[in-house]
């Protein structure tokens, strides 16, 4: 009869260099990791790294730059497919939308074109400072025709998000009330508009129809934003739930309860509340 030997079994305490490389310990059982779980799924879809990277490449298609500019971090973000992810009902209004977006931003770059044909006027008092402001807008609204605007219509109309609706309510407002402003053009604003092409045409009437154009534009975009906030509204009302504050307050629950933010700090607080001591009852409180 064989018996196995056993190794002995120290049963004296860790060191703190032990402890120290062990790490604080926590009351739920390390997780199970599978370095080969990611190469097992790549073998049962079939795809290679390359091949993922490929599709990613292909699923992002806004904005269209050409293959030669795709350099860097100069590449599509977006994925923008209106046949597929919108409704019949809305997909005339999105592409309006989308067609609306990039005209706002060549408003913003023919804006900041128009102020600086403004400065052949040396009567006109502001045009100067006109230029920076209409430099900044240029820089930030330009994106943002597309990020605070038409991203939030295309999100509701695919998810049928009452907080995106009222995103896309509120932003559209806002850029409806930018170019009736701009078309205005309220010298020293940073908006070349109608009032400024009158002040520059008194001294230089080419310059003065430039601006003119601009302002023109602004109020031509003015009346596309106020039908597509029309059509929009009138889809929201048709295909909207009967009861909106229920389903707002449903969706927005699901997106904090989704939220990697949230998760996060819940973890931490379930943690805390686990590893946290007990404290000892004080003297003369007669506790057991």
């Keep these: ?40 799924a790549r073998a049962l879809s079939g795809t290679t790294p390359a091949e993922e990277q490929h599709i990613a490449a292909e699923y992002l298609n806004y ?29 005339s209004t999105v592409a309006l939308a989308l067609l609306a977006s990039q005209g706002v931003a060549i408003a913003w770059v023919w804006n900041f074109i128009a102020n600086l044909i403004a400065l052949a006027c040396d009567s006109c008092e502001g045009v100067g400072h006109a230029c920076v402001i209409s430099a900044m807008f240029m820089l930030f609204f330009v994106p943002g025709s597309f990020v605070c605007w038409f991203r939030p219509l295309y999100s509701a109309m695919h998810r049928d998000s009452e907080l995106r609706f009222g995103w896309y309510f509120f932003s559209s407002g806002f850029q409806l009330l930018i170019s009736i402003l701009f078309g205005i053009g309220i010298p020293g604003s940073g908006g070349a508009g109608v009032w400024l092409a009158i002040d520059v045409m008194q001294e230089n009437g080419a310059a003065g129809f430039f601006v003119l154009i601009s302002g023109m534009y602004w109020l031509f975009l003015a009346v596309v934003q106020g039908v597509i906030i029309k059509q929009v509204l009138q889809i929201y009302r048709t295909t909207g739930p009967n009861t909106p504050s229920a389903s707002a307050g449903e969706e927005m629950d ?7 933010t949230v998760q996060n700090l819940a973890k931490k607080a379930l943690l805390g509340a686990f590893a946290a001591p007990t404290r000892a009852p004080a003297a003369g409180s007669g506790a057991p």
Aim: charged share 20%; with cysteine.
């Design 254 to 260: 699901s997106e904090l309860m989704g939220n990697e």
């Design 63 to 91: 904005p269209p730059f050409p293959s030669w500019m795709r350099v860097g971090s100069l590449k599509p973000c977006y994925h923008i497919d209106i046949h597929e992810d919108i409704p019949t009902y809305g997909r």
């Design 1 to 40: 009869i064989q018996v196995p030997v056993l190794e002995p079994v120290s049963l004296s305490p860790p060191t703190a260099a032990a402890k120290a490389k062990a790490g604080p310990a926590s009351p739920f059982p390390a997780p199970e990791t599978n370095d080969s779980s990611v190469e097992a």
